[in-house]
């Protein structure tokens, strides 16, 4: 039996349970407690996101390889300060070292970066999300670029934007973008329910390698996080949305549908959504309870939220999601410690194999909005490292990653490329800070990107799946998602114990691989119809 | 007459501020002069506002801050006014007011004014970075726009005058016990009532594992003596057996709420009035009165009499319906139904986290009900366009009594109470309605 049957079948006599709502789990041996250790002073990295209320929101990181050396450079939103762009100089294994550097990409009001290649030239290129005008920069190579919204015809507006993802429609020679805009920023006594127009930015035409005028997603209602996501896997990503209730009036979470040709339609509630009011911030997105669809994890003030399907064996799915962050204990609702009980505020989410035991851990970026006494002001991040029953346990203390600053975006990433999975942290006016993972009882792992031609190079809307024994892990490749800061990275695995792995990648056609063997401790890129191809890092 | 910038100036500002009322209303309503009246209209409209936006306000704190703003306006405007009757002595523990200067000139429009934006301050000091920035404007325009071309003096004594009612007015708050909220009004220790009869958490969110606010019950009441002032009889005893009253009751909840009528869904979603996604039940009654104070034009006195005693009601209300709620600790329908009936029934609405007799919304809609027709009589009609900006169009009520009552019954439509919740409720509300309406304010 799958450890998602095991699951399943508690979950739901939790979920039915009206008795208590005491997680039902299974108990479960202690994970494995990752050790990361602070670098910040030494690394390099020296960066603030600055600013008062029109910089409450935001402060993403985006990171990328943009120098060819397959290690990931780092950009910073800087809010009032300029963005700050930071080159990967670590060696293997090593400490953390970064070094600012002009990289066109310094520019203020920034409040988050999503990295992807646009024009599918190889070269990634950077999606900048303002306070103000969005700005596409393109990708020059070695970490240099330049703006691109005119010759790409994209509008980039005039909003505070906060929320971004990307994909390629089927048939599509260039991505998609979907922006997520917050308040008018111009309502001064009553800025409730002034949420803004979200845009979709389509290809102009099928032989224009230009955006055309971006749609209005209507209504939109101020999210703080946005995902292409296939949550079905019919092949065609549906848009999710997570709104900030603080903001909307008659609003709710939302998810749309954007067939490609088509104008975007919500899902309805006769379609089996369901009204979800929360204070959307970010999306972290993986398969937690072995289903085989992407599970969600939506972070939020007091209580988090983890959506997996709640029939995921239906003939036809419906997009009807259960809660099970309480059993699986990722609520995050409230500072674990610092001693305050005040209820806490979400913002950056990410899921990745942290200890390398084949399971994927959370990291929850927390902070006050600014000074909401209602709210832990001393909010501590949370590192959530998963058991092999589907159970959480809380290890940001242990772990070394429990700052008390007022967080937002974060990244993790293995910026040193020792197998094991580093953090970077953005801070509303705080220093950003990084932590080496530097952990000795971590198990085994194999790095993977993929490669296409054509223009989605980076094959965005893949899945990887990477199998050792009877345990399968599934990755979907979005752009998208988190806290205003995506990465465009080595895709991670935890292996465990075991030596070798068998990978195999559905492309975004829809077209299968074959399983393909791959050894630990590997660095690969896989390509269509290709075997693994080891890439050396030095 | 007011200057014509500076009735563009105020134009704009209420079509920004006044969320729930139409351009063509707001035009209608301009000012020719400059009224108090409006100054207590604009720092409502804010309020309402900033319940929504505070994590505190849940319904019974939010109805607290209203009876202690209604109480505000009253005395500045009481004040000034020699037909009128302070509540010094009337309200349990509320001592004599500030008096004026003899023979000194007092601008009213200054004092209440003044008044409110201290009171909104000191009730609302724990709104987040946008509140504190809209009440900063609001305050910034409404003080600009009430001292514009008045003495030097006069605006001096006008503003210190009405800020000592506030200050008076925060003062005796402090004592209530229900000043300080700690964890957004849950306890971080409670002990459940053991048995099926009684309230078990409904809620998968950790912080609602306890009780919303034990102890409200408690609280010093405003016009009626204590919190046990208006009782109410046991609500059917509990029982597990289809011919008692107590399953014939919930079978009630499920077979209609499986066979809801769109319009039975848009009553139960109409006066859903969830905390922190609007003005909470307390402040759905209060934007009632907003909206007919602008229609029918009403005065100062008038108006500031109404929104003190509605105040003054929905918080009694709310006092006396949770003395009564954890009296029974009675079980609520999600977790009875799930239970007896059909383990996946669902309520439409989100089921509140505290025991379910009596019904709270009922119990503060019977309050205001029974003020609002002392004041404006039996038949009084009104349109209701309180969530008109979430996408709920107005309704028409023939009278306040046919309003509460629809309050009422939303909440069985809605699955989150029993019928004898409701009927119970709105007949506790009468009783707390009339010590509101007892107090004497006129001379």
Same mark, same amino acid.
């Given at each position: 039996m799958s450890r998602g049957s095991v699951f399943n079948t508690t979950l739901l006599a939790a979920l039915i349970s009206t008795s208590t709502l005491e997680t039902s789990l299974a108990e479960e041996a202690a994970p494995t407690i990752p050790a990361f250790a602070e670098e910040t002073k030494t690394s390099g990295i020296s960066s603030v996101y600055k600013g008062e209320w029109q910089y409450m929101v935001g402060g993403g990181a985006a990171v990328f390889d943009c120098n060819g050396d397959e290690y990931p450079d780092v950009l910073l939103a800087g809010?009032?300060?300029?963005?700050?762009?930071?080159?990967?100089?670590s060696k293997r294994g090593g400490e953390l070292k970064f070094a600012a550097e002009q990289s066109g990409l310094e520019l203020d009001k920034v409040t988050g970066g999503y990295p992807l290649d646009v024009d599918g030239d190889g070269i990634t290129d950077v999606v900048l999300l303002r306070v103000g005008e969005n700005i596409i920069m393109r990708g020059k190579g070695e970490c240099k670029f330049e703006r691109a919204n005119a010759a790409w015809g994209f509008d980039g507006g005039d909003g505070w934007s906060a929320a971004f993802a990307a994909t390629w429609e089927k +048939?599509?020679?260039?991505?998609?973008?979907?922006?997520?805009?917050?308040? *008018?920023?111009?309502?001064?006594?009553? =800025?409730? +329910?002034?949420?803004?127009?979200?845009?979709?930015?389509?290809?102009?035409? *099928?032989?224009?390698?230009?955006?055309? =005028?971006?749609?209005?997603l209507k209504p939109s209602f101020c999210p703080l996080s946005m995902l292409f996501t296939d949550w079905n896997r019919s092949g065609t990503p549906s848009l999710r949305v997570s709104n900030d209730r603080e903001y909307y009036e008659g609003g709710q979470e939302q998810m749309w549908h954007v067939e490609p040709g088509q104008t975007p339609a919500l899902y309805t509630d006769k379609e089996g959504w369901k009204r979800l009011r929360i204070w959307g911030m970010g999306i972290a997105s993986t398969d937690v309870n072995g289903d085989g669809f992407p599970d969600y994890f939506l972070t939020s003030m007091a209580d988090s939220k983890m959506q997996v399907l709640k029939d995921a064996k239906a003939e036809k799915l419906s997009p009807d999601y259960a809660d099970i962050a309480w059993p699986t204990g990722v609520t995050a609702q409230r500072p674990y410690t610092g001693g305050e009980v005040k209820p806490s505020t979400g913002w950056h989410a990410q899921f990745e194999d942290v200890n390398n035991d084949g399971l994927a851990d959370l990291f929850v970026a927390k902070g006050n909005v600014s000074a909401m006494p209602d709210f832990a002001q001393r909010d501590p991040n949370n590192l959530l490292i998963q058991g092999p029953a589907g159970k959480f346990t809380e290890s940001g203390d242990k772990a070394g990653v429990a700052s008390f600053a007022q967080s937002r975006g974060a990244a993790l990433a293995d910026f040193n490329l020792d197998g094991l999975m580093d953090l970077v942290v953005v801070n509303r006016n705080e220093s950003a800070?990084?932590?080496?993972?530097?952990?000795?009882?971590?198990?085994?792992?194999?790095?993977?990107?993929?490669?296409?031609?054509?223009?989605?190079?980076?094959?965005i809307g893949a899945w990887i799946e990477v199998r050792t024994g009877d345990k399968t892990q599934l990755r979907e490749?979005?752009?998208?998602?988190?806290?205003?800061?995506?990465?465009?990275?080595?895709?991670?695995?935890g292996l465990g114990p075991e030596g070798k792995a068998e990978v195999r990648v559905l492309w975004p056609d829809g077209e299968q691989g074959d399983w393909q063997s791959v050894d630990a401790g590997g660095y690969y890129v896989l390509e269509r119809g290709k075997s693994p191809f080891a890439t050396e890092i030095k | 007459m007011v200057s014509f910038s500076r009735y563009f100036l105020r134009l704009f500002f209420l079509v920004s501020l006044l969320s729930v009322f139409t351009f063509k209303s707001v035009l209608a309503a301009a000012p020719t002069a400059k009224d108090p009246a409006d100054d207590l209209h604009s720092w409502y409209v804010h309020v309402l506002e900033l319940v929504r936006h505070t994590a505190t306000y849940t319904p019974p704190v939010a109805s607290r801050a209203f009876a202690y703003l209604g109480v505000t306006a009253w005395e500045a405007t009481a004040s000034g006014d020699d037909h009128l009757k302070s509540l010094a002595g009337q309200l349990n523990g509320l001592t004599e007011l500030p008096k004026r200067e003899p023979g000194k000139v007092y601008d009213e429009t200054v004092v209440m004014n003044a008044a409110?934006?201290?009171?909104?301050?000191?009730?609302?000091w724990n709104t987040g970075p946008t509140g504190q920035r809209a009440y900063a404007a609001v305050s910034k325009r409404l003080d600009g726009e009430a001292t514009a071309g008045k003495a030097a003096d006069v605006i001096e004594r006008s503003k210190a005058y009405g800020q000592s009612i506030a200050d008076h007015i925060l003062g005796w708050s402090k004592d209530d016990g229900g000043a300080v909220i700690e964890n957004m009004g849950?306890?971080?220790?409670?002990?459940?009532?053991?048995?099926?009869?009684h309230w078990v958490p409904t809620s998968p969110i950790r912080q609602q594992q306890m009780p919303m606010l034990p102890g409200w019950g408690k609280n010093r009441t405003f016009a009626m003596p204590d919190g046990a002032a208006c009782p109410l009889p046991a609500p059917p005893e509990y029982s597990e057996d289809k011919d008692s009253a107590f399953y014939k009751q919930a079978d009630e909840v499920y077979q209609t709420t499986k066979k809801l009528t769109d319009e039975q869904k848009t009553i139960a979603r109409f006066w859903s009035d969830d905390p922190m996604l609007t003005p909470t039940p307390a402040g759905h009654w209060?934007?009632?009165?907003?909206?007919?104070?602008?229609?029918?034009?009403?005065?100062?006195?008038?108006?500031?009499?109404?929104?003190?005693?509605?105040?003054i009601a929905v918080a009694d209300a709310f006092i006396g319906c949770w003395q009564v709620k954890f009296q029974y600790d009675l079980v609520r329908p999600i977790t009875y139904i799930k239970r007896v009936i059909d383990p996946k029934w669902e309520a439409m609405l989100i089921t509140p986290p505290f025991p379910e007799y009596p019904s709270g919304h009922s119990s503060e809609s019977g309050a205001a009900a029974q003020v609002l027709t002392?004041?404006?009589?039996?038949?009084?009609?009104?349109?209701?366009?309180?969530?008109?900006?979430?996408?709920?169009k107005p309704r028409h009520f023939a009278s306040f009594w046919a309003a509460a009552e629809e309050a009422g019954i939303s909440r069985l439509y809605g699955g989150i109470h029993f019928r004898a919740a409701i009927e119970q409720g709105l007949e506790q509300g009468r009783c707390v309605g009339k010590h509101a309406i007892a107090l004497e304010m006129r001379k």
């Open positions: 809010g009032e300060n300029k963005a700050a762009f930071y080159r990967n100089e +048939g599509a020679e260039w991505p998609t973008f979907a922006v997520g805009n917050y308040i *008018n920023r111009e309502e001064e006594y009553s =800025p409730w +329910g002034s949420c803004t127009d979200n845009w979709l930015h389509r290809q102009l035409s *099928n032989t224009d390698k230009k955006f055309a =005028p971006p749609l209005t800070q990084i932590w080496r993972n530097v952990s000795t009882n971590a198990g085994k792992f194999v790095n993977v990107k993929l490669a296409e031609p054509g223009a989605n190079r980076d094959a490749i979005t752009v998208g998602g988190g806290h205003a800061g995506g990465q465009l990275v080595w895709r991670h695995f | 409110l934006e201290d009171a909104v301050k000191n009730f609302f849950f306890p971080l220790e409670y002990t459940l009532t053991k048995g099926p009869a209060v934007s009632i009165i907003l909206q007919i104070m602008e229609r029918d034009r009403l005065s100062v006195d008038k108006s500031a009499e109404v929104l003190a005693r509605t105040g002392s004041a404006f009589g039996d038949s009084f009609s009104f349109d209701d366009a309180t969530h008109e900006r979430e996408g709920l």
